[in-house]
């Protein structure tokens, strides 16, 4: 109730533990009352965060236009052939008015994304127990008035540090984090190893263009932030703030929960700067 912002890692990883817990047990195990702050109320109807609940949106008097533009907010327990352009037409189209090179590399990383949900993201016994079957959750949203972009991907399995046990050997990830043999990697050392080993296979061939494509985007253009959360890790990458930096909180997040922030006009500044070969290499 007293409630006065909500960031928006914070509305999407709400947003999906509620809506696990009605998938479960049904839409009446958990019931609320609107919030007190007309702000956070007019945010979690324009965001599709009651939309995705079943919640009825009330009709606030006095609503104002929201200088914040929403994709809204989606979950799917697969990668339906209509769920794609869908996306691809939000974040094109006139309300976002998303620069389009910006809006297709965003494009490719979220069908990336689902990709690595529906193959690698839940065990067996999650997906019989939960009826979760690879299911995921995606919010994104642009400032008007700074012009600033977010999107925040989340899923509820086994998270990052359990399934790279799985994809590759424990030396292997030793040797790219340069540990000593024998000492056991963090979560957090963990999500970097991913992102690093998602970065050479990238390089090596086709697989892995998407997801990553955000990272060498602000790697290129020197601006914005990629922060990944998985289990107890959390991984940030932005270059303004010194590049990589890892930590381990107490706080555990199940599965794992991706953000990307653009600042557009500044991203836009910077593609005015390259040719159309360097974009296409991006």
Known sequence: MDT???????LILLLAQ??????????????????????????????????????????????KLSATRF???????????Q???????????????????????????????MQNVHHHAYQKKQITRLGLKGRWWLGAQLSKRKNFFELTFYDA?????KTLHRKYPLEHIRSILSLLPGMEPDDAQMIKAAVELGRSRTNQSHRGKGLL???????????????????????RYEPLKGGEAIRNDGAFIEGTLIKWELPLDK???????????DDEDL
Do not use: W
């Open 83 to 113: 769920c794609i352009p869908e996306l691809r037409d939000e974040l094109l189209g006139e309300d976002l008015q998303m620069p389009k090179p910006i809006g297709k590399m965003v494009f490719r990383a979220l069908s990336e994304a």
């Open 267 to 277: 991203v836009v500044a910077a593609f005015a700067d390259m040719d159309e070969t």
């Open 71 to 81: 994709v809204k907010c989606k979950s799917d327990v697969e990668i339906r052939s």
């Open 18 to 63: 509620m809506h696990k817990l009605r998938l479960e047990h049904g839409h009446d195990c958990i019931t609320g009352t609107y919030p007190k702050s007309p702000k956070v109320e007019r945010l979690l109807a324009e965001s599709g965060f009651f939309h995705t609940l079943g919640v009825r949106s009330r009709k606030m008097p006095g609503r």
């Open 213 to 235: 494509d955000i990272h060498r985007l602000i790697t290129t253009v020197g601006v914005g932030a990629l922060t990944i959360f998985s289990r107890y890790g959390q991984y």
């Open 157 to 161: 399995g086994v998270g990052i540090p």
């Open 4 to 10: 006065e912002k909500i960031s928006s890692e914070s």
